[in-house]
C-alpha cells in the first residue's frame, strides 16, 4: 500500500519541531480536541446544516458572529484561503476590463485574480530599505499621485502587513482612497489576529477598508486552507460579493474547515485573547533577548523610513552576520529541529502565534545563541535584493490566455513573458505574464538560484527556460 502524502505527515509529526511557520495553531486543539470529532463531523448540507450557498441557518449565524468579532457589516467564509478569497473579493469590486491598482509586491493570487477577471493592472512599488535591505511599506503620496493622473482606476490593493509584518499608514490611504472616490481592497492575509490586542496594528478595517481577506489560518488557530473576506463599507455590493462567493467557492464546503474558522473567532472572544497578551509579551522579551546575542541583527522597524507606520513584531525578522537567511533556517531545521516561515538572502522569519508556548521561545533564544557561536562566517556579499520594475506590454490575461511557446531563458531578453516567475517563499512574482524580460530580471534570477531560493515558474530540470509569448 503506497500512501506517500500519510507517510510524510507521519514523519513530520514524529519530527516533533518547534513550529515557528504556519499554520497559527500549531498542531494544536483550542476549543475542542479535533480528534474525537474527525471524521464524523465531515458532513454536508443535510437537513440543518445550512448552506454556504444561501446561508440561512448555522452559517449566516456563525459569518454574523464573525463579522461581529471583527468588527465587519459582513463577512463570509472562504474555505479555499485568501486566494480563493481574494479571487472572490476582486471579482465583487470590479466588471471586466476595469483597472485597478496593486501593490507590486502582492502575493500571486491578486495577480491571478486580475487574469480570471481580465482586469488591467497598474503596479505601484513599495519602499525598497536600503539600510536593511527589506522591503517596507507604501508611500501614501504615491498612490494620491496615481488615482490623481488615472481616473479609470477602480480599486486600489494593498497588502497589510505584509510578509514581514511592516503595515503602510493604511488609515490615510483609506482616506486618499476614497477621496477620489476608488475602492480599497486589503489583503490582509497575515493580519488576522490585529483586531484583538491594542500592542498590534489597527486592523485593516479599522482602517476604513471597503473589502479585507484574511487568512485566519496564518495567525490565528484555525486550520489551513480557512480564511475570512469582511466588508468594511456600503461601498461593497454585498449581492454581487455573494454571487462571486457561490461562483468560486465549492459546492460542498468542509465543515470543518468551516467550523475552525467558528472556532478560531469563538477562541478569540475568549481565553485566546489573554494568550495573545501574552505570546505579544514573550515576544517583546524574546526580541531583547535575541537583540544581546553577538552577530544576531533584527529588524523591527527603522524610524527614518515614513513607509512603516507601524509593525507587527510578531513576525520576528533576523540575520546573523556572516551567515544568509537560507543558511540560519536550515541550520536551526537540521540542528535545532526549529522550522522557521522562510528565509532570503538576508534574513530569516521566525512566525510565532499565540499558540507558541514559552518552552518554543527559550529552545529558539538557546538555539540562535548555539548556532551564533559555533557556525562559522561565511560571505555574504551586501547586494541589493530591491524587485525589478519590469515593463508592461501587453495585458496580463491577454499574455496569459495567447499563444505560448518554451524559450531558453538566456534567449529570452527582449521577449514578452507568458508566464510568472516567482521565488518561493515569498509568493511575489518578479515578472507576470504580459511583462518584457530584461537582463536585469535574468541576472536576479540566477542571483536568487545561486543562493538556494526555489524558483518556481522556470521550465526544465535546471529550470533555465520560460514561456514566452508566441
Ligand atoms: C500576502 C498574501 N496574500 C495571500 C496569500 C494566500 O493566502 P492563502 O494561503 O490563505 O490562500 C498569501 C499566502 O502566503 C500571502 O502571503
Redesign the pocket.
Known sequence: MKTPILDGLKKLKGENSVSFHMPGHKGKNTLIEWGGYIPYVDTTEVTGMDNLHDPRGIIKESQELAAKAFGAKETIYSIN???GG?YIALSAVTNPGDKILIQRNS?K?MYNGAILNRLNVEYMYPNYNKKYHVLTGMDPDDIELKLKQDEYIKVVTI?YPN?YGVCSDLKRIAEIVHKYNRILLV?E??GSHFTFSDKLPMSAIEAGADIVVQ?T??TLPSFTQT?MIHVGTARVDIDKLRDMSSLYQTTSPSYLFMASLEIARAYMEGEGKEKLEESISLVEETIKLLEKIERVHLFTGDEEDHTIYAKDNTKILFRLDGMTGTRAKNILREDYNIRLEMADYYYALILTSLMNEKEDFEKLVDAVESMAKNTPYEEVVPVSIEMPTPKIISPIYEAFYGNKKVMDLRKSIGKISASYVIPYP??IPLICPGEEITKELCEHIWFLMDKGIEIVGLIGYNKDKIEVVD
Do not use: E, F
Open positions: 484561503g485568501t486566494t481574494i502575493h493570487s497588502v510578509y489583503d492575509a497575515h487568512s489560518h496564518k480564511s515569498p509568493g
